[in-house]
Nanobody, 123 residues
Framework: QVQLVESGGGSVQSGGSLRLSCAVS????????MGWFRQAPGKEREGVAS???????IYTDSVKGRFTISRDRAKNTHYLQMNSLKPEDTAMYYC?????????????????WGQGTQVTVSS
């Protein structure tokens, strides 16, 4: 059974930082691209960042220059370092894994999802 377990969410003031982690129980972890998504109350889930097996990365425009996605094959874990956080970053954050070689911000591209971790940024 594939499991994705997020950690690292919490509450922080505007301008602060958080680091999210996602531990993935996949035997073929290196064959999957990984992603982070978020969903704020009353809004649709949106792709935030994604990293391919060869560590190519893509980001949604609103987080470019502030967020960094990375992955550690030895630990089957990927991360989202979030700096200069803004109140509009407040959301439930989900990690996901998709089989393939290209990073993607599209929900339909992903095969497995975590349960989510809450990030709250106060002004």
């Amino acid at each position: 059974q594939v499991q994705l377990v997020e950690s690292g969410g919490g509450s922080v003031q505007s301008g602060g930082s958080l680091r999210l982690s996602c531990a993935v129980s996949l035997r073929t972890y290196s064959s999957y691209f990984m992603g982070w998504f978020r969903q704020a109350p009353g809004k649709e889930r949106e792709g935030v960042a994604s990293i391919s097996p060869d560590r190519s990365t893509i980001y949604t425009d609103s987080v470019k220059g502030r967020f960094t996605i990375s992955r550690d094959r030895a630990k089957n874990t990927h991360y989202l370092q979030m700096n200069s956080l803004k109140p509009e970053d407040t959301a439930m954050y989900y990690c996901a894994a998709g089989l393939g070689w290209d990073a993607s911000l599209h929900i339909a591209a992903y095969n497995y999802w975590g349960q989510g971790t809450q990030v709250t940024v106060s002004s």
